[in-house]
Every structure is written in C-alpha cells, then in structure tokens.
C-alpha cells in the first residue's frame, strides 16, 4: 500500500486582517469497497472520511468525505488572519487512524 502523507500549505505570515488561501493535499489511495485486486479479491473500503482544521484550538473549517472522492483529496479554502498561531490539520480515516500536521502562521 502506499505511503499515507498529509501536505499543507500555510503563508509564513499575512498582515492583519489579510485573508490567505489554505491548501491541504492527502496523498491516499481511497479505496471505495467496490474495486478488485490482481488476483480478483475486493480490496476493502479505506477512505479519509473526516477532515478538521483548527485555529489556536477552535476549529475553523471541517468537511465529511464519502467514496465518490478521488484518490489523494486536495481541498483550499479562505482563512481571515487576524491573529497569530497555529493551525492544526486532522484527517481522520475508516478504522480511525488518524494523520496530523501542524504549522503556524504570523500576523503583523
């Protein structure tokens, strides 16, 4: 199976009241349940299925995922910078495994 990595892509820093482009990219093969190995097997379901986002701990952006997402799921969105801190990312997977990254952003 392949390497599970999470990416992100967070401004060093932004000006006060600045909106700025988050971008994260899962690298995840997202099995649906419904494909077939080599040998003709099922290969069972594992998909990213949740995916959080918080801001110095409150959660500031969140979205549910279902199998008819393609493999290695990318999603941006806006975020107005008003303070300095740190960003939590959280993709959590069928089974609950979860992956986690981290980066922080400054504000002048």
Known sequence: MAKI????????????????E???????????GRAKDKAGNVIPRKIINSFKVAFNGAEIF??????AISANPYVAF??????????????VEDGGAEYTVSKKLKVS
């Open 62 to 67: 969140s979205m549910d995922l279902e199998p």
């Open 78 to 91: 806006p975020f107005k910078a008003t303070e300095a801190g740190t960003m939590d990312f959280t993709w």
């Open 5 to 20: 990595k999470p990416r992100v892509k967070v401004p060093k820093s932004a000006d006060a009241g600045e909106i700025v």
């Open 22 to 32: 988050i971008k994260a990219l899962i690298s995840h093969p997202m099995h649906t």
